[in-house]
């Protein structure tokens, strides 16, 4: 039977709030970006979300000096700034009127089929370039995200592009279908294809903490939670999150710990407490190298080229 519910629009003065039955999703116009999203009460994201360009060092990437190669990349990562905001209403462009005062014109919630809204974001590099993400919610409440790098010339070699997802508590573990164990691009040949489960968020002990967990080629993958920050008014049970492939296969991780929190731990007792779940989505990821790790880099295959456009499109759907 055909959906004949509709999305409920509130054209905030600082957020535009889309919501249907058992979810409520708020994009940020001072934040820039998808600040909440709350599925039958329970909160999925603790951050907005955000695009990401940097993946944490390995000892490789230090050997060959990738780090004074493209450490902009880290403060690009880090700091990011919202430049522009489109809002789009069953097709309709709506920018210039979802923002106040314009925005006061709308009295009452307003009723739509699909909402899609676009940030786009302006790096600090040197030269600078851009980012769009499109947030397209249709009324059953799935979320399509399509990310875009728009590439430059004369910008150095990226680790990573995607986007990235902080929740608000730890994860009991994840399940994909793609292939078996921790996998980089080259380093992927023994990996096989099928579906797996990992139980926890395990990070890989090097003595220097440095990028693990890495997925390749995944058709989709299912983060699972049990708690929240606040577990008083909610009923215990587990709650689901589900990133589906479109056109083709992305990449992710799904570890306790932000690239930057990775870089500023220079042994294992510096991490901090595990608190948080952080899945990170990619179109493109730099592999690790190893020939050796005293200045040999990573082969030219295995690289991300800055200057072409990059294109990740999934969809996420939560139980």
């Excluded at 947030?135 to 399509?146: A, H, L, M, P, S």
């Excluded at 080629?217 to 587990?238: A, C, F, G, I, S």
């Excluded at 929190?261 to 690790?288: F, K, N």
Aim: glycine share 8%; aromatic share 10%.
């Amino acid at each position: 039977m055909k959906n004949t519910a509709k999305l409920a629009v509130v054209y905030g003065d600082v957020v535009l709030g889309v919501h249907g039955e058992e979810f409520s999703y708020l994009f940020s116009h001072v934040a820039g970006g998808l600040e909440s999203v709350k599925v039958k009460q329970r909160e999925w994201l603790y951050r907005p979300i955000k695009p990401t360009y940097w993946r944490a060092l390995t000892d490789n990437d230090r050997g060959s000096q990738f780090h004074l190669k493209s450490g902009m990349w880290l403060s690009a990562d880090h700091f990011t700034q919202c430049t522009a905001i489109q809002v789009v209403v069953d097709q309709q462009d709506q920018t210039a009127v979802a923002i106040a005062p314009a925005n006061n014109q709308f009295q009452t919630t307003q009723k739509a089929e699909t909402v899609a809204i676009t940030y786009t974001y302006e790096t600090i590099t040197v030269p600078k370039t851009t980012t769009d993400i499109t947030y397209t919610v249709g009324v059953e409440g799935t979320i399509k995200v399509t990310a875009r790098y728009h590439g430059q010339a004369d910008l150095p070699e990226l680790p990573v592009f995607g986007i990235r997802m902080i929740m608000p508590t730890l994860a009991t573990g994840f399940t994909y279908d793609g292939l078996s164990g921790e996998t980089y691009p080259d380093r992927k040949q023994g990996g096989k294809p099928g579906e797996y489960h990992v139980e926890g968020l395990p990070v890989a002990p090097y003595l220097v903490p440095q990028d693990s967990g890495m997925h390749m080629e995944t058709n989709w993958v299912k983060v699972t939670r049990d708690t929240q920050l606040d577990n008083r008014h909610v009923p215990y049970h587990e709650s689901h999150l589900r990133v589906n492939a479109l056109d083709k296969p992305f990449h992710f991780s799904c570890v306790p710990y932000t690239p930057l929190e990775l870089e500023s731990a220079t042994h294992q007792e510096e991490l901090p407490l595990a608190r948080r779940t952080v899945l990170s989505i990619y179109s493109a990821v730099r592999g690790v190298g190893g020939i050796d790790s005293w200045g040999s880099d990573v082969l030219p295959d295995y690289r991300v080229s800055a200057q072409e456009d990059h294109l990740l499109e999934v969809e996420l759907s939560f139980e």
